[in-house]
């Protein structure tokens, strides 16, 4: 296979090819990961990353093509990434999403991809991230992470990104299992799709009530704004890329980016650390110093906490 160095360097050229491959290698927890990441390492930082999430169907899809749309009139590189926590498959897009994204796919500024991640080892926390820095390092400008909204999922891409967008549509219950789901907590920007459709209204004012309970905001703290789109037809569409656009300089203004990045790449590191970690205690079964630990357990000249730190003082010293 071609060196990291080249995949790298033909990444940043634009080789979507290479930008693919980089991403399999993320996917596959392939053994030069260590390397591309640090090739990478230095190119990284100039890219936006915005995440979009919502229940199934509420338009997620339809909107990141609309905002690729709107991103790409502004000369913008954009790098688009699906994940999707449920779904086995891997590699292309997902059939509805390719569509859905169809008009961009011919596009050499602007790259697809989605991204599976069930039964991965450290799943989406860890994979997403260094997806996001392959695109971020082959100069995708703004980075749109688009998840499906199950469970713990949302609140992860959340962590991921720099901005929040929160969408729901009318008629899907929607503020309801927002409030459940805690992600009235996460949302930076909030979009209410289907405008087109009757509900609209009721949803952004039950919306915008929730929001303001329990809130405590001083003067200078950012105040989630709620946009109505109709993204199907691109109307809005403008609209959250202004609101977009606000947050980020609002965080930028106060500290927020930086520090937002700073807790990623903490979690990052946390993360691989502790895989990395769980690696070496599975894979114990049968080691000598386990096997010693124990008989000195057995015998009372130890006990399992003593024998606990021993091998995990043995573990990071090996
Ligand atoms: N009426 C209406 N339908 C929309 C709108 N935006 C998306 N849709 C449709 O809603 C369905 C689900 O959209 P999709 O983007 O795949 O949702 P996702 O599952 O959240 O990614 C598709 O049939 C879209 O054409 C909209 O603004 N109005
Ligand atoms: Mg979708």
Redesign the pocket.
């Known amino acids: 296979m071609a060196d990291v160095a080249t995949l790298v360097e033909q990444a940043r050229a634009g080789r979507p090819r290479s930008v693919a491959r980089l991403i399999s290698l993320v996917e596959g927890a392939s053994p030069q990961l260590r390397e591309v990441m640090a090739t990478l390492a230095p190119l990284t930082g100039g890219a936006y990353v915005v995440g979009l999430t919502?229940s199934?169907?509420?338009?997620?899809?339809?909107s990141t093509s609309a905002l690729v749309t709107a991103y790409r009139k502004r000369g913008k590189r954009v790098g688009v990434l699906a994940v999707d926590p449920s779904s086995p498959f891997s590699g292309g897009a997902l059939l509805?999403d390719r569509v859905?994204m169809g008009e961009h796919t011919s596009d050499p500024g602007v790259y697809i991809r989605s991204m599976a991640t069930r039964g991965h080892l450290g799943g989406l926390a860890w994979a997403a991230p260094q997806a996001i820095r392959v695109l971020d390092a082959a100069g995708c400008e703004v980075v749109l992470v688009?998840t499906v909204g199950v469970g713990q999922s949302e609140v992860e891409i959340a962590a991921q990104a720099d901005t929040s967008v929160v969408l729901l549509a009318p008629g899907m219950g929607d503020g309801i299992q927002a409030a459940k789901a805690g992600i009235l907590e996460i949302g930076d920007v909030y979009v209410v799709?289907?405008a087109?459709?009757d509900g609209a209204d009721a949803t952004a004012r039950e919306l915008n009530h929730m929001l303001g309970l329990g809130e405590s905001r001083g003067p200078s703290d950012w105040r989630p704004p709620i946009v109505k789109?109709?993204?199907?037809r691109g109307e809005g569409i403008e609209e959250v890329v202004e609101a977009l656009e606000k947050h980020r300089a609002w965080m930028e203004e106060h500290g927020v980016l930086a520090d937002r990045r700073r807790r990623r790449a903490a979690q990052e590191i946390e993360n691989i650390a502790l895989t990395a970690l769980r690696q070496r205690i599975g894979d114990l079964s049968g080691d000598q110093r386990l096997d010693a630990l124990a008989d000195s357990v057995v015998r009372g000249t130890s006990d399992p906490y003593s024998a606990a730190d021993e091998l995990i003082a043995g573990l990071t010293s090996a």
């Open positions: 919502g199934p169907g509420v338009g997620k899809s339809t509805g859905r688009e799709n289907k087109d459709r789109t109709v993204a199907a």
